[in-house]
């Protein structure tokens, strides 16, 4: 799954990797947790090719199923977003990526887990393939979103068995195009990007904390055992 993501790049970065139409006014955040406002980009279906980035609560309540779910969904599942009725209709018109530069999962053993912070290609911006509605159960004025997941690749696979969608650059365009509403030209994009995007490490367990949001979240774990004595 996808509970927790980063995004700490500059708006003028954000805007040029997406091609926006105008650069975004977004803060730095390093511990985005579900329920709240999260960047997504999506095409606008009377400007073809024109790319706007918006806020929507992160939590899918679509208009029909917002009364009657106290916990939003906060992902789909790529292996059944086409035919769930909660979210064909999105996966069909209304198909977004959100902005990150980097997200967590949490490896269990037993009792324990450990968050690690995953980036891709040395921190590189990337776009997690996410649905998007008008309705947003708790705040109708900014709407809300799911982000997909799918299996996960082999780098990830020892920690976790889901993780986010992510798109290849050049399957933003097919993928926003709300012209696209036929399930088989979309189904392919609907797979775990390469382990070798992939790099990872242990994170400090603060990040469990929603309230902490600060650089150091995204460091490596400090590992004491592994220092000398007087070190």
Not at 70 to 82: G, K, L, M, S, Y
Not at 91 to 110: K, L
């Amino acid at each position: 799954m996808c509970g927790r993501f980063f995004l700490s790049k500059s708006n003028a970065e954000i805007a040029r990797h997406f091609a926006l139409a105008a650069e975004p006014a977004l803060a730095p955040h390093f511990n985005i947790a579900p329920s709240q406002a999260v960047p997504v980009v999506r095409e606008r279906a009377r400007a073809p090719g024109v790319r706007v980035l918006e806020l929507r609560r992160w939590g899918f309540a679509p208009g029909f199923a917002a009364a009657r779910r106290a916990r939003p969904p906060i992902n789909a599942r790529a292996e059944t977003v086409a035919t769930s009725p909660l979210f064909r209709e999105a996966f069909a018109r209304r198909r977004g990526v959100v902005a990150a530069d980097g997200f967590y999962e949490w490896q269990h053993r037993g009792r324990s887990a450990r968050p690690f912070a995953v980036r891709v290609q040395g921190g590189a911006l990337f776009g997690m393939a996410a649905l998007w509605d008008r309705h947003g159960g708790a705040d109708d004025a900014i709407g809300s979103c799911a982000i997909v997941t799918t299996e996960a690749n082999a780098r990830i696979a020892p920690i976790h068995d889901r993780m986010p969608l992510i798109l290849a650059p050049d399957d933003y365009a097919l993928w926003l195009d709300p012209s696209v509403t036929d399930p088989d030209r979309l189904l392919p994009l609907l797979r775990p990007c390469p382990a070798a995007w992939i790099d990872l490490h242990p994170v400090d367990r603060r990040v469990n904390d929603v309230r902490e949001d600060d650089a150091r979240l995204v460091e490596p774990e400090r590992d004491l055992f592994a220092q000398g004595v007087g070190s």
